[in-house]
């Protein structure tokens, strides 16, 4: 096969799968094959067998991320599998969210992020914080967790991978392990709670599109009132003992994502 006809076939399917057109891109580098020098010179045979293997996935709607083994989020490269959520663009918004109150780190802030998943919103925050404030970066505490082992483990190759693994603390509980009172005893007095939890309700889960319903972990999709009830509780317990909490948290609502914070 051509490497013409190979990215006239990667796109044909990426359109039938309603894929923006710049994830050609992300398959061809993929597969290795450069764009620039598409002609009709035939295809290497490890370059024709990844092609084969990766249109036989996208026919059986296997996300284009798990395929690539990565996926792009707040402008960085983020190793995911099926361990975890794809992140989506929408959530850029709850970080973006959490670098508006970059005001109040002056004096020291522990940022808390909930349900991490491949950790696409702590590591986002950190690496932002890290480049562009610097003296915020080394004045703030960063925190994640997730129920899921498997979950913490992309999260924790994610963080090497852009050098953050010694400024983050990973932890695997339900929501915040309460009982660890050393490690409440170290938060700042200004504390952020961050999450996107699972908020898909249950009855709108067989209604998802096949990539994500057959794919995507629905431990990190499906609603559990319990985990906001949790937060909920856990914030309150922070602001009982002294701590200044704002809690940023993506909540789905009518199909439609949004923040809510609370001061």
Do not use: C
């Amino acid at each position: 096969m051509t490497s013409e006809k190979a990215v006239r076939l990667l796109a044909e399917s990426l359109k039938k799968h309603k894929y923006p057109a710049n994830y050609l891109d992300m398959l061809l580098e993929f597969v290795g094959i450069d764009f620039v020098s598409v002609d009709n010179s035939e295809l290497l045979p490890d370059q024709h067998a990844t092609l084969s293997h990766t249109l036989w996935q996208l026919s059986r709607d296997v996300p284009v991320e798990y395929i690539t083994g990565k996926a792009e989020f707040y402008g960085l490269e983020f190793a995911v599998d099926s361990r975890v959520l794809i992140p989506r663009p929408f959530t850029e918004e709850v970080v973006a969210t959490v670098l508006s109150e970059r005001i109040k780190f002056d004096s020291g802030v522990t940022i808390v992020d909930i349900a991490t998943g491949s950790g696409a919103i702590i590591l986002a925050t950190a690496a932002t914080l890290k480049k562009e404030f610097p003296k915020l970066f080394k004045k703030t505490q960063f925190i994640a967790t997730d129920i899921s082992s498997g979950a913490l483990e992309v999260a924790k190759s994610n963080a090497k991978k852009l050098k953050l693994d010694k400024n983050i603390q990973f932890f695997e509980a339900d929501t915040f392990p309460m009982e660890d009172t050393a490690l409440l005893g170290t938060f700042a007095q200004r504390v952020i709670i961050v999450s996107n939890p699972p908020y898909i309700y249950p009855q709108e889960y067989a209604k998802l599109a096949p990539s994500v319903r057959l794919y995507e972990p629905e431990l990190a999709l499906v609603r559990n009132e319990s985990v906001f009830m949790k937060i909920e509780d856990f914030g309150g317990i922070l602001r009982a003992t002294g701590h200044i909490v704002t809690t940023i948290l993506e909540d789905g609502k009518a199909g439609k994502a949004f923040i809510r914070v609370e001061n």
